[in-house]
T-cell receptor, first 108, second 116 residues
């Protein structure tokens, strides 16, 4: 079993829909990152969380440390949100453990 | 400037070639990372530099040789690579905080390497 599990693996939505991507982890962490990767490669860091909730524009990330679970929400989804969303947890030192990613496709 | 710049964006090399990938950041970050990413897989950590010193080598073959000439630059020297080394190579940086904490990661766009 992976230390970081994401669900769903693939998600297709219509423009305007509310989207939720989930991340569960089985190890103690000091921080959790949500990352976005577009086709072609570059990765953008969306959030770094150690507790509570953060919001940036249409994106909201929450984390429940006791339940070892985080969610990434996208409100009013748009085709430009189509990308792979990756959850990564920081355990010790400088290492991140990555989830397998969620491929999101938003259709117009 | 919140960018991590990687060059070249694409590189094709033969198995006998010697080439280098370059990474640059001017955010004052003192931790820099090389990751390797195969298609449809998450990034895999290769090396971590902290204050220009190699702090983590994830058992990477010696045909990959990292170098950190100063706090803004990180190189990855490539020699005698194999076709299975073809991948996207991502550089990242972060602030180094005392202890085990590091801040937000900033990634470059990656260098897509093809080994023939």
């Amino acid at each position: 079993k992976n230390e970081v599990e994401q669900s769903p693996q693939n998600l297709t939505a219509q423009e305007g829909e509310f989207i939720t991507i989930n991340c569960s982890y089985s190890v103690g962490i000091s921080a959790l990152h949500w990352l976005q990767q577009h086709p072609g490669g570059g990765i953008v860091s969306l959030f770094m969380l150690s507790s509570g909730k953060k919001k940036h524009g249409r994106l909201i990330a929450t984390i429940n440390i006791q339940e070892k679970h985080s969610s990434l929400h996208i409100t009013a989804s748009h085709p430009r949100d189509s990308a792979v969303y990756i959850c990564a947890v920081k355990t010790s030192g400088s290492r991140l453990t990555f989830g397998e990613g969620t491929q999101l496709t938003v259709n117009p | 400037d919140t960018e991590v710049t990687q060059t070249p964006k694409h590189l094709v090399m033969g198995m006998t070639n010697k080439k280098s990938l370059k990474c640059e950041q001017h955010m004052g970050h003192r931790a820099m990372y090389w990751y390797k990413q195969k298609a449809k897989k998450p990034p895999e950590l290769m090396f971590v530099y902290s204050y220009e010193k190699l702090s983590i080598n994830e058992s990477v073959p010696s045909r990959f040789s990292p170098e950190c000439p100063n706090s803004s630059l990180l190189n990855l020297h490539l020699h005698a690579l194999q076709p299975e080394d073809s991948a996207l190579y991502l550089c990242a940086s972060s602030q180094v905080v005392v202890g085990y904490g590091t801040g937000e990661l900033f990634f470059g766009e990656g260098s897509r390497l093809t080994v023939l």
